[in-house]
T-cell receptor
Framework: KAGVTQTPRYLIKTRGQQVTLSCSPISGHRSVSWYQQTPGQGLQFLFE???????NKGNFPGRFSGRQFSNSRSEMNVSTLELGDSALYLC??????????????FGPGTRLTVL | DQQVKQNSPSLSVQEGRISILNCDYT??????FLWYKKYPAEGPTFLIS?????DKNEDGRFTVFLNKSAKHLSLHIVPSQPGDSAVYFC???????????FGQGTRLTINP
């Protein structure tokens, strides 16, 4: 079974631009979550989607948005990029958003650098 | 507000010995806790979890202990192997929600 895939793996943008990152969950997984990893803040939850609906949202500004398609693939978008948005963006999938142990399978991440 | 804390950024252990990684949390409402391992250029990999109603869970060389009164959990790896060298993240969550709250991570190095 293929794992979680994320594209692109690396991205360089400049301040003020916008960016879209893509995540394909494990086949059969319908819940997709996004996390931001930075050296200073660690791994922080961005949002979670299930059946094309956002179920949960972390404490990030409205510049961060996401969506999920009918095939469970998900995209996240960051508009008006700031230097502080430079981070590793991780996507994780699981079978159901209400599973008790919520074992999430992570992709390799997209490394975003904002210049 | 750091609800989950790993106070040791790094730990070095001799091969064959026990590795003990620690994690403290502040929110007594967490329903379960997990440990993830992360290698460079890869996403975190699930290792082991424990429900808040238990105090111990074992899986092969890995054991997680939960002390609810102290709001503390630990991961024991016995015996430690060179392949265990990685960054270990402690995480906590609530039943019915995918949101996980992660600690800052501890870099474990196993020396031959």
């Amino acid at each position: 079974k293929a794992g979680v895939t994320q594209t692109p793996r690396y991205l360089i943008k400049t301040r003020g631009q916008q960016v879209t990152l893509s995540c394909s969950p494990i086949s059969g997984h319908r819940s997709v979550s996004w996390y931001q990893q930075t050296p200073g803040q660690g791994l922080q939850f961005l949002f979670e989607y299930f059946s094309e609906t956002q179920r949960n949202k972390g404490n990030f500004p409205g510049r961060f948005s996401g969506r999920q398609f009918s095939n469970s693939r998900s995209e996240m978008n960051v508009s008006t990029l700031e230097l502080g948005d430079s981070a590793l963006y991780l996507c994780a999938s699981s079978t159901h958003y209400q599973s008790s142990y919520n074992e999430q399978f992570f992709g390799p991440g997209t490394r975003l650098t904002v210049l | 507000d750091q609800q989950v804390k790993q106070n040791s950024p790094s730990l070095s252990v001799q091969e064959g010995r026990i590795s003990i990684l620690n994690c403290d949390y502040t929110n007594s409402m967490f329903d379960y806790f997990l440990w993830y391992k992360k290698y460079p250029a890869e996403g975190p990999t699930f290792l082991i979890s424990i429900s808040s109603i238990k105090d111990k869970n074992e899986d092969g060389r890995f054991t997680v202990f939960l002390n609810k009164s102290a709001k503390h959990l630990s991961l024991h790896i016995v015996p430690s192997q060179p392949g265990d060298s990685a960054v270990y993240f402690c995480a906590a969550g609530f039943q019915g929600a995918q949101k996980l709250v992660f600690g800052q991570g501890t870099r474990l190095t196993i020396n031959p």
